[in-house]
């Protein structure tokens, strides 16, 4: 089955700083990889996503970027701000999703 | 409602009992997920339903695990007699089933059960 990686798990940045998460998964049939942010007693939410086709996508302040070669993706937040702290979840799916372990995100003001 | 709601949200119950979980999908999604959450894990896949029937439940991890969606909206996860290890944070989603890869899943608050 899929088994996806993800690092770092904490990462603490200042305001303002920008904050790269990647991930790595390990089945070439998985073609959609989402990303959630969950916040202290929520359910993930949705944030960003790419399919197989395309190498990049960006809304706002948030990018993903896909290398399907090297089975790689990574999410990008610029001029990050204290709400942002949350946790951060990648994932791969060809049928179901399965997701990385998380990335805890810090934003000091 | 707007979203993917659950209930309860908390859930509190003795070594040995049965429990209900019951998830509320989107209005008009046809497919239906559940996921299991550790503390400081990411969600793990159980069960995916498309309209009343279980697609895919290989992610049920023995059989006092069992789900039903019986009208195709409303989803049920049944856990027999409860053991420790299955305290966990229980979520549910729901995309509109597209027939193609990656349909969005978008995910209630989750119900946290406790296991003493």
């Known amino acids: 089955g899929e088994n996806v990686e993800q690092h770092p798990s904490t990462l603490s940045v200042q305001e303002g700083d920008s904050a790269v998460i990647k991930c790595t998964y390990s089945?070439?049939?998985?073609?959609?990889f989402p990303w959630y942010k969950q916040e202290l007693g929520k359910g993930p939410q949705l944030i960003i996503d790419?399919?197989?086709?395309?190498g990049e996508k960006k809304d706002q302040r948030i990018a993903v970027t896909l290398n399907k070669t090297a089975k790689h993706f990574s999410l990008h937040i610029t001029e990050t701000q204290p709400e942002d702290s949350a946790v951060y979840f990648c994932?791969?799916?060809?049928?179901?999703?399965?997701f990385g372990k998380g990335t805890m995100l810090l934003v000091s003001p | 409602g707007a979203g993917v709601s659950q209930t309860p949200s908390n859930k509190v119950t003795e070594k040995g009992k049965y429990v209900e979980l019951r998830c509320d999908p989107i209005?008009?999604?046809?497919?239906l997920y559940w996921y299991r959450q550790s503390l400081g894990q990411g969600p793990e896949f159980l069960i995916y339903f498309q309209g009343t029937g279980a697609a895919d439940d290989s992610g049920l991890p023995n059989d006092r695990f069992f789900a039903v969606r019986p009208e195709g909206s409303v989803s049920t996860l049944k856990i027999q007699r409860t053991e420790r290890g299955d305290s966990a944070v229980y979520l549910c989603a729901s995309s509109s089933y597209s027939g193609g890869p990656g349909d969005t899943q978008y995910f209630g608050p989750g119900t946290r059960l406790t296991v003493l």
């Open positions: 790419i399919r197989s086709n395309v």
């Open positions: 994932a791969a799916s060809y049928s179901t999703l399965t």
């Open positions: 089945d070439s049939a998985s073609n959609y």
């Open positions: 209005s008009g999604h046809t497919a």
